[in-house]
């Protein structure tokens, strides 16, 4: 039973254009959210994070939005850039726990010129 | 420091055969974690460590898997009588005490059992 979903494998999208990753969760109990991009034969890479008492967390061309009602949160980046072409990973951090992070099966973005 | 290393890159083994991996985190962070990777599929968590002790294990982690991070520092991942389904990629990664900031990934060690 997966506890986060990522329900589109791929997404395209044109250069300069915005990108929207979307995640579902089930879990209420989860404290944290993070998104990481992961390039071919590397590991991931953490972008950005979001406590679950906050909406809305931006870090230049990346914000994560959280809609907890919803169990549900988007990671929009803008303007979209061809480097930008990866596999993104939304994770979250059940609470009490420090260690496990439960990760989707990504999204694969690809940014085209 | 270049940040969270891996060795190997690339393991190939036949099955019923060990196999260890190395990992060597970021030196300020004191949590260090391993997770597993297959085509298709997100990291799953395998086993974390503060400082030198495990404080959380996976069912994913069978007996025939063992780690360890003797002195704090460096980490192993023994899998003992290997079979064809632990052939994944084997991340490391460490990171500090706040979360804000997630964890800092290794390159990972693919593992092929044949």
Redesign the interface.
């Known amino acids: 039973d997966q506890q ?1 979903k990522q329900n589109s494998p791929s997404l395209s999208v044109q250069e300069g254009r915005i990108s929207i990753l979307n995640c579902d969760y089930t879990n209420s109990m989860f404290d ?1 959210f ?1 998104w ?1 991009k992961k390039y071919p ?7 950005i ?1 979001i ?1 679950s008492i906050k909406d809305k967390n931006e870090d230049g061309r990346f914000t994560v939005f959280l809609n907890k009602s919803a169990k549900h949160l988007s990671l929009h980046i803008v303007p979209s850039q061809p480097g930008d072409s990866a596999v993104y ?1 939304c ?1 979250a ?1 059940p609470g009490g ?10 999204t694969k973005l690809s940014v085209k010129p | 420091d270049t940040g ?1 290393s891996q060795d190997p890159r690339h393991k190939i083994t036949k099955r019923g055969q060990n196999v260890t991996f190395r990992c060597d985190p970021i030196s300020e962070h004191n ?1 260090l ?1 391993w997770y597993r990777q297959t085509l ?6 395998l ?2 460590f ?1 400082n030198e002790a495990q ?2 294990k ?1 069912r994913l982690l069978s007996d025939r898997f063992s780690a360890e991070r003797p002195k704090g520092s460096f980490s192993t991942l023994e899998i003992q009588r290997t079979e064809q389904g632990d052939s994944a990629m084997y ?1 490391c ?1 460490s990171s500090s005490e706040s ?10 060690t693919r593992l092929t059992v044949v």
Do not use: D
Not at chain 1, 41 to 47: D, H, I, K, V
Not at chain 1, 97 to 106: A, C, E, P
Not at chain 2, 40 to 45: D, K
């Open positions: 986060v944290y993070l990481y034969a590397e590991g991931p890479t953490f972008l994070s406590s990973f994770a951090s726990s420090q260690g496990n992070l439960i990760f989707g099966k990504g | 969270v949590r974690y298709g599929q997100g990291p799953e968590f086993t974390y503060q404080l959380e996976s991340l990664a979360i804000n900031y997630g964890y800092t990934f290794g390159s990972g």
